[in-house]
């Protein structure tokens, strides 16, 4: 079939939908959409779109329904595995969400705030703390990753231990089906049985059902007392006893619980500006704990001198820091949320999103590392997450010396050989990033046969022309 974007007259159809002013043709006015931000990615698109509201991109998709065009929905290109970037030699086009930027409206007493897909996420956090409330999603790229982008990859963060992925912090959505039809699921509301809970297909599904235009999010009260525990530990077994122990007595207050390694504390000391570790000696682990108080800064200092003394009396921390000011605090975050990026110096890093059940933290790191070593001699692993929720972010940097080219050329290699760990021990080969391009044909070979098939039937059901993000989650068939 002829790729219908070849038609100069449907590119200018489609203009007139968005305005000549937000219809990029020009091609470094389309460059910046292309590729995404580990660089391994570069598609190829005649036409970017930037709709704004939701009557301009339901235009959008009548006619990309009606011509058999493929669309790309984009939010602010902040994804990991490709799930936002246009196909090479595809010709689709991108549809970017960034003029869909409004805070429609935020209910201090229901708790609620609705936010169309293009609000960048630290907007989001902002208002809602202007209004004396949380929302409490917090990821690394917060200042340009946007709220639609967070919804159709059902982002994480550092928060899930206590909040929930995106999917438990939004009650209802706004979306453009592939036809043109808009659904208007704005409901605020928690409890709601009737039938077929359709919010959830859209979140999580990159795109491929449609295009999320807005969304109710929840908000929680703002902590009143908020602390930071920066522990120097022996081992991963030493880090999921502390994080026991900081559940007993911290309960629903624990909001944070990461581990890191050594060698992830160099490279971001090294690389990163500002940034320092609070300890005088080095140590083989660190758990960065965070405690929130609904009740008062003195009710947060009692927990975590509670945790420090307990963990010191069981033997479980070498040595601790805890944040004095809130300044602290977010300097002990830094280091943490830092530690992706301080790889990228170090040469080709093979990268890794994955989760097992909790106590089986310590196994998969052992049994990963002893087959990542003897896969690549010299390897530098770097596994670093969200202990509290089971997902590592197992990456290896390339031994010194090595020649970055050759690394990276093992990626799917190495991938194979984790990922199976990850499968023996009961796990997922995706936490928080998605599948997009990066890990699509290796779903195909994990998912049962009835698992794909319904995951197909819903494809087909909503996407019959396949417009929809093509390429991306499902492979076709």
Not at 125 to 133: D, F, K, T, W, Y
Request: proline letters at 5%.
């Amino acid at each position: 079939m002829p790729n219908p974007l070849t038609d100069p007259a449907l590119i200018e159809r489609f203009a007139a939908i968005t305005g000549a002013a937000n219809a990029f043709t020009d091609p470094a006015d389309i460059a910046p959409h292309l590729i995404e931000q580990r660089g391994l990615y570069q598609g190829e698109s005649p036409l970017v779109l930037r709709p704004a509201n939701t009557d301009e991109v339901s235009a959008i998709l009548r006619l990309a329904h009606e011509t058999g065009t493929a669309v790309v929905p984009q939010g602010g290109n902040t994804g990991l595995v490709g799930a936002q970037s246009p196909r090479a030699g595809k010709a689709e086009v991108v549809v970017s969400l960034a003029r869909l930027n409004r805070i429609r409206s935020l209910d201090p007493l229901g708790q609620t705030m609705v936010a169309e897909a293009g609000v960048v996420l630290a907007k989001a956090q902002q208002a809602a703390s202007e209004a004396g409330l949380l929302f409490p999603l917090s990821l690394g790229s917060e200042g340009s990753c946007q709220i639609g982008g967070n919804l159709s990859s059902n982002a994480g963060g550092t928060a899930v231990l206590a909040y929930g992925n995106m999917r438990q912090l939004c009650l209802g959505i706004e979306a453009v089906l592939p036809d043109g039809e808009v659904w208007h699921g704005l409901r605020a509301l928690k409890k709601d049985n009737t039938g077929y809970d359709l919010r959830d297909l859209f979140i999580g599904a990159e795109g491929t059902l449609g295009i999320i235009t807005a969304a109710v999010l929840k908000l929680y009260a703002a902590p009143r007392g908020h602390e930071a525990i920066y522990a120097g530990i022996d081992s991963p077994e030493a880090a999921l006893k502390l994080f026991r122990l900081a559940q007993d007595l911290c309960g629903p207050s624990l909001t944070g619980f990461e581990l890191m390694p050594r060698i992830g504390i160099e490279f971001t000391t090294r690389h990163i500006d500002g940034v320092r570790d609070p300890l005088s000696e080095a140590h083989p682990w660190y758990a960065l704990i965070d405690i929130s108080s609904g009740q008062s800064q003195e009710a947060a200092r009692a927990m975590l001198e509670a945790v420090f003394m307990a963990a010191d009396e069981q033997g479980l921390i070498r040595d601790a820091a805890a944040a004095e000011t809130e300044a602290q605090r977010q300097a002990f975050w830094k280091l943490r949320e830092s530690m992706s990026w301080a790889q990228k110096p170090e040469g080709g890093s093979i990268k890794h999103d994955v989760s097992v059940p909790v106590a089986r933290v310590p196994e998969f790191l052992t049994l990963a590392d002893r087959a990542v070593l003897s896969a690549i001699p010299g390897a530098r692993i770097v596994a670093f997450g969200h202990l509290g929720d089971g997902n590592i972010h197992y990456n290896i940097s390339q031994p010194v010396g090595a020649d970055k080219q050759t690394f990276l050329a093992r990626w799917s290699e190495i991938n194979k050989i984790v990922h199976a760990i990850v499968l023996e021990l009961d796990g997922s080969i995706s936490a928080e990033h998605g599948i997009g391009q990066l890990k699509r044909d290796e779903l195909a070979t994990i998912k049962s046969p009835v698992e794909l098939a319904m995951m197909h039937h819903i494809k087909q059901a909503f996407d019959p022309k396949g417009i929809m993000n093509p390429g991306k989650v499902l492979a076709s068939r």
